[in-house]
Each structure stands twice: as C-alpha cells, then as structure tokens.
C-alpha cells in the first residue's frame, strides 16, 4: 500500500503521460490483433512480362542484348564524327488500356568523375523520340575530366505513354579527335514506370 | 483564466494526438495511393572505335585531312568563269560492309557571291551524283540522295564546280553522312569547303 503510494506521488508532465500511454495503447493494440485473430494471406507470384517493356530495335547494335526489363547495347563512338543509331532500342507499352508514365534515371557510370579516361568522349545522348517526334532526353557530356548530366538531376520528368504505344531511344555518340581507340564506358540508366 | 488555461492544453494534445496518427499511419502505409512501380535497366556500353570509311586528300584544290580521317577542310578557288575540280576529296571503304553516302549543307557564310556552286560525289562506274546545289547565292538543294559506297576497297570522289562574282570567301559547312543500308545508323563528318 505504501508502495502503490509512492508511486502515485511521482509527478510527471502531461505529454509524457500522454506518450505512455500512446505506447502502452499501440501494445495493447498490437497484442490484442494477435489474440483475436489472424488472417492469412497467400500471395501468388507469377513471372510476368513488364507492362512496359524493351523490344529489339532496327538499329540495335550488334552484339546488344535486349531482354523485356534489361538490356544491353554495345554501341561505338567515332573520333571527331557523330554516330547515331536512330532506333537503338524500342520501349513499348503493352498495356492495351492505360498509359504508363516513365522516366529516365542515371545510375552509373564509368569511368568515374576526374580520371583522365573520361576525355574520350564528348557526348552520350540518350534521346526518346515517339511517332511524332523528339519527347524528352538524357545526356551526358563531358567537360574536362569529368560528365556533366543534362537534366542536372540525373533523371528526367516522367512522360506518358499512351496504352499499346511504341516509343524509342535514339543513341548519340561523339568522341573527340584525341580519343583512344578500346576505351570503353559504361553506363546503367533505370527506366522507371509507374 | 484558469479556463483558458485548461482549453489551450487540451488543444495542445489534441495536436499532438493527430500529428501522431498521421505518422503513424504514413509509416504504415507509405503507398496509400497505390501504384505500383518498378524499374527497367538499361545499360549502353561504348567502345571508342576507328571508323571504316575514312577520307583521302584529292587531287584538286587543297584539302586538309584532320586526324582520324574523319573530318576535312577543302579549298577551291570560284573565279568570274566556271571551274570544275574533279577531284577534291576521297572516300574510302576499308570495311567489308557495304555503306551509302550523302552530303548535307547545315551552316555556310557569304555564299550570295556563289553564281554557281555544285558539290558532288562521282565514280567511273556510277556516275555523278549532284549532292549540293548553290545557284545565284542560294541553295536549290541542301541535302543529296543517297550514293552507294561498296564495300571494300571502295573509293568515291568528291567533285565540285564553282563560278563567283567577286573574289571575297564563302564557307560551306557540310555532313558527308555514312549510312548502314536498311538501317538508319549513321555516322556524320563535318567537311568545310571553303571558296576563295
């Protein structure tokens, strides 16, 4: 009886009351969802094809590997001269009923910033284009030793593309007159979808 | 005052009551609105190459080859009369792919003193093709048809004729552009021709 006493005499703000017993309610809670019942959930998962997904374009490079959610494309660069592979790969938008928004996003990149290799290009474009013409792009161009990226950002607006609607990426490469034959760069560039 | 007191601390923990809810319920359920997202990778290797169609010095007028083959500046001279340079610059095919070529003019300047100006690609056994046409200071045609380049060792020729009013210089900045057929791949070199 005491004891209870003492206790009851402990003075203690109102907010940190009002903590205790959020936390003792969010217990309570919790143990008391556990005790009435429980619901089962069986999720079936099934390998699907993306809604939007790559597809193989007239001008993908040779040696490219282009799978629904991943590609690959083995592109070259020219010394002093442009390159474009105007259809390099397809996003196309399988879904018969809605649009989808995508955008593209800069992951990676190599070489990295400020090592010398990086000076072997001048540019990497990444240009979509629709039936209608240019939409929107990510690019990569070079200043000195190091990428400057075109949104700043490193990734697009999102843009919508209609249901069952083909779009694609349109490949720029440029090197500079200096340029070392076998330098290689590598760069991922997520599509995201919503 | 005493009442005051009290409605100011009930309100306070009312605040404190939702603000709690919300990220509660934020926490809960970051993806209330319910999309689903999910991410495509794409990932483009580039190789630093040395192109198979490289250009050659010609024969006629002066022609500068900047390095890697791949750009030339071109030197001529458009007098009061006509004069034909048959052979100003050189393609050539070191690959054992088949490529189609054409010209196409993007920039130039003082090109209102050309009367007459005709840049073409030329073959014994293709013929002529007229590529970029300037009559009487202005363009009639910009950009070429394509003209086969074979496969190797092919050479084409780059010929052109020219006649001014006056002695002052005109510059034409030019694409010679190499295209994979059946595709729309394509390399672009920038050629400068300029006409004293």
Known sequence: ?194 | MQKNSTYAQKLRQSIWLVATLFVLLGFLFPNVGGNTYFALLMEPRTTVSSPSVVLQAGTAGNSTIYMNGTSARISAVANLTPAYYDYVLKVVNNASDPWKIRLKAYSQSNIGRLSNCTICFQNASDGTSGQVYIVNGNYTQQTGPWYDLPASLAERYIAVTLQANNSEVSYINVYLEILIPDKTTYAQYVLTFEFT
Not at chain 1, 94 to 103: A, E, I, L
Not at chain 1, 113 to 142: C, E, P
Not at chain 1, 157 to 182: D, F, H, K, M, Q
């Open chain 1, 1 to 194: 009886m005491r004891k209870l006493k003492i206790i009851k005499d402990i003075r203690l703000k109102k907010s940190t009351k009002f903590l205790i017993l959020l936390l003792t309610s969010i217990l309570v809670g919790t143990a008391n969802a556990a005790i009435f019942y429980s619901l089962t959930m069986q999720p079936q998962v099934t390998v699907s094809t993306p809604v939007i997904k790559f597809d193989s374009a007239p001008d993908e490079p040779s040696g490219s590997t282009v799978n629904d959610a991943w590609c690959c494309l083995t592109a070259s660069s020219y010394p002093n001269a442009t390159l474009t592979y105007e259809k390099a790969v397809y996003l196309n938008n399988t879904d018969g009923v809605n649009s989808h928004s995508f955008r593209l996003r800069y992951v990676s990149i190599t070489p990295t910033n400020t090592t010398a290799d990086v000076a072997n290009w001048d540019s990497i474009k990444f240009l979509v284009y629709n039936s209608s013409g240019y939409v929107f792009s990510l690019d990569f161009i070079v200043s000195g030793n190091n990428w400057t990226l075109s949104p700043s950002s490193g990734q697009t607006s999102y843009y919508s593309i209609p249901a069952s609607t083909v779009w694609w990426i349109r490949l720029e490469t440029l090197s500079p007159a200096t340029a070392t034959e076998g330098k290689v760069c590598n760069i991922q560039i997520a599509v995201d979808v919503q």
